[in-house]
């Protein structure tokens, strides 16, 4: 059976890349699609050390517990407008 997660369990929550075990950011939101695409808006710095934000597609998620674990950085999409 799954679990549902309140919007208020998740943001804040840290994102974790599985293969080097490194902090990428922190949920700030959840995000959707009019077709029905969900993801987490992820908070992270960019190589200036200035935060953007990211979506994290629900598909990419390995693993919700103390923290959000996802197989790579790579995962996370950049907003289109």
């Known amino acids: 059976?799954?679990?549902?997660?309140?919007?208020?369990?998740?943001t804040g929550?840290?994102?974790?890349?599985?293969?080097?075990?490194k902090k990428i950011g922190v949920i700030r939101?959840?995000?959707f699609t009019l077709d029905g695409k969900v993801a987490f808006i992820v908070e992270t710095p960019d190589k200036k050390g200035e935060l953007m934000e990211l979506f994290l597609p629900f598909d990419k998620i390995i693993r919700v517990g103390d923290v959000v674990i996802i197989k790579s950085i790579k995962d996370l999409e950049k907003p289109t407008q």
Not at 1 to 10: D, Q
Not at 13 to 21: G, L, N, P, Q
């Open 1 to 10: 059976m799954s679990r549902y997660y309140l919007s208020e369990e998740i």
């Open 13 to 21: 929550k840290e994102v974790i890349e599985e293969s080097e075990a």
């Open 29 to 31: 939101d959840i995000a």
